[in-house]
């Protein structure tokens, strides 16, 4: 039986409002898990952005979860929840009956019963992936599971415009340096000085 | 002699240990050196938990983020507990914690501006897909300080 709705409508404008007045990816990726954390009343959220060369999961931001889970070892895509690589997300229900998890022995050890992995794609192409885990088992709710990948498609949006200015800013900071600060950068719109 | 202010930003990752054991393989038995340890967090988000029912809940639910800031504040004191423990003098280590304003280099960068500190230690940076999300903290620090030794354990 699935569980109950939580992600009402309100809680979806409050936790997108929240995010979008976040003026940097960190800050933004940070309240997204503690709001996820709080509106889902579960364990933990994380979220990874994807390595393309190596095919790893790399910590962005996490909420809930301990220093020794965050660094049990490599995550690697393909043997961790790997229908994320199809862009598909993946419901570990009950860890304990589920041969997709890479970590489960260090995953009961943090007191996790399910997993809920959401990828994050831009373009079609997978970037990353927004990770929740419970610490029950957990029959996802089909509308929480619409409304997180409608929030998973916002990060993505989010971290490729971010990506985009992180290189106009390097480019910047070069042309900067050869003009000697004669140049200055009106871009983005809202920027602060 | 002159006093040398010593920054470290914690953050309390593994890179982060090896930070102190540089400090105390470094630094201990020295008397003229001030060791600040630095954590900045993000602040709680900017949401309005009485705007109806279901926020009230929601933000019942916002205690433990709070528990979570205490938490890290307790995990700071003990980090500059381990130094008393390894030698330093109650007077040579002091810690900052505070929420963050703005960007974790633009934070260093001002307190290193206003504390006057000499030595700033860094800890490794972040896994690299993540810099291109979020730029690199060392690239931003390193190219605005003037006359600060900055140390990169690895």
């Given at each position: 039986m699935q569980s109950e709705v939580r992600i009402t409508i309100n809680t979806f404008k409050a936790v997108t409002k929240a995010i979008a007045k976040s003026d940097n990816l960190d800050n933004m990726c940070h309240h997204?898990?503690?709001?996820?954390?709080?509106?889902?009343?579960?364990?933990?959220?994380?979220?990874?952005?994807?390595?393309?060369?190596?095919?790893?999961?790399?910590?962005?931001?996490?909420?809930?979860?301990?220093?020794?889970?965050?660094?049990?070892g490599p995550v690697l895509a393909k043997k961790s929840l790997a229908a994320n690589l199809e862009g598909k997300p993946v419901i570990v229900r009950d860890v304990a009956k589920d041969d997709n998890v890479q970590y489960p022995e260090q995953a009961r050890e943090e007191g996790i019963a399910a997993i809920l992995s959401i990828p994050i794609t831009f373009?079609?192409?997978?970037?990353?992936?927004?990770?929740?885990?419970?610490?029950?088992?957990?029959?996802?709710?089909?509308?929480?599971?619409?409304?997180?990948?409608?929030?998973?498609?916002?990060?993505?949006?989010?971290?490729?415009?971010?990506?985009?200015?992180?290189?106009?800013?390097?480019?910047?900071?070069?042309?900067?340096?050869?003009?000697?600060?004669r140049c200055p950068l009106h871009w983005p719109p809202g920027r602060k000085a | 002699?002159?006093?040398?202010?010593?920054?470290?930003?914690?953050?309390?990752?593994?890179?982060?240990?090896?930070?102190?054991?540089?400090?105390?393989?470094?630094?201990?038995?020295?008397?003229?050196?001030?060791?600040?340890?630095?954590?900045?967090?993000?602040?709680?988000?900017?949401?309005?938990?009485?705007?109806?029912?279901?926020?009230?809940?929601?933000?019942?639910?916002?205690?433990?983020?709070?528990?979570?800031?205490r938490r890290k504040e307790g995990g700071i004191q003990f980090t500059k507990d381990f130094l008393l423990e390894s030698g330093f003098s109650p007077s040579q280590v002091g810690y900052v914690f505070k929420a963050k304003e703005k960007g974790v280099a633009e934070e260093i960068i001002d307190l290193i501006n206003k504390g006057h500190y000499r030595v700033l230690v860094l800890s490794r940076q972040a896994a690299k897909v993540n810099r291109m999300f979020t730029r690199s903290v060392h690239a931003r620090i390193l190219s605005t300080l003037k006359g600060v030794t900055v140390c990169i354990p690895t």
């Open positions: 997204l898990t503690e709001l996820l954390v709080a509106a889902l009343g579960i364990k933990g959220c994380a979220v990874y952005v994807l390595d393309t060369d190596t095919k790893q999961l790399e910590l962005l931001a996490s909420f809930g979860l301990s220093p020794k889970y965050l660094t049990k373009l079609d192409e997978l970037i990353g992936a927004l990770r929740l885990y419970h610490h029950q088992v957990w029959d996802v709710n089909d509308q929480d599971l619409d409304s997180l990948q409608l929030l998973a498609e916002n990060v993505g949006l989010a971290m490729s415009y971010t990506s985009l200015c992180n290189a106009v800013y390097a480019i910047e900071e070069v042309i900067q340096s050869i003009a000697g600060g | 002699m002159a006093l040398q202010k010593i920054l470290v930003p914690y953050n309390f990752t593994a890179y982060d240990q090896k930070a102190l054991d540089f400090l105390i393989n470094t630094y201990l038995n020295r008397e003229d050196v001030q060791i600040t340890l630095f954590h900045a967090y993000t602040p709680l988000p900017p949401v309005d938990f009485e705007a109806n029912p279901e926020m009230k809940k929601m933000g019942s639910g916002m205690a433990f983020l709070s528990d979570e800031i």
